[in-house]
């Protein structure tokens, strides 16, 4: 088993940033990729971004490609989402989440899922 906790959200105006981190405990860290969901009121939970076990391959939602930057520390086991020129539209629930698949699209392929951290952009 794996379990997971976010931390960094809150509010923050339009195009500022904030940092997400993840920490895990249990389960072998580096044999899993892992990603950043987020799902907005009344919408479904979608992929931000991806990276795999290497910490090398990573995959970017269209909507934060060039803004958010995924990264991972295999020996401290944390996974963190730099998230940067935030948008009012980037307001949601953050949840991180681990598996053992590659490539990660949709949340069928995640095993583990933390709480979840709200993130608010405000305009």
């Known amino acids: 088993q794996v379990q997971l906790v976010e931390s960094g959200g809150g509010l923050v105006q339009a195009g500022g940033s904030l940092r997400l981190s993840c920490a895990a405990s249990?389960?072998?860290?580096?044999?899993?990729?892992m990603a950043w969901f987020r799902q907005a009121a009344g919408k479904e939970r979608d992929v931000v971004a991806a990276?795999?076990?290497?910490?090398?391959?990573?995959y970017y939602a269209d909507s934060v490609k060039g803004r958010f930057t995924i990264s991972r520390d295999n020996p401290k086991k944390m996974v963190y989402l730099q998230m940067n020129s935030l948008k009012p539209e980037d307001t949601a629930v953050y949840y991180c989440?681990?598996?053992?698949?590659?490539?990660?699209?949709?949340?069928?392929?995640?095993?583990?899922w933390g709480q979840g951290t709200q993130v608010t952009v405000s305009s």
């Open positions: 989440a681990a598996g053992p698949k590659w490539p990660v699209r949709d949340v069928k392929d995640l095993n583990y």
């Open positions: 249990g389960g072998i860290f580096s044999g899993y990729a």
């Open positions: 990276i795999k076990w290497n910490g090398v391959d990573t």
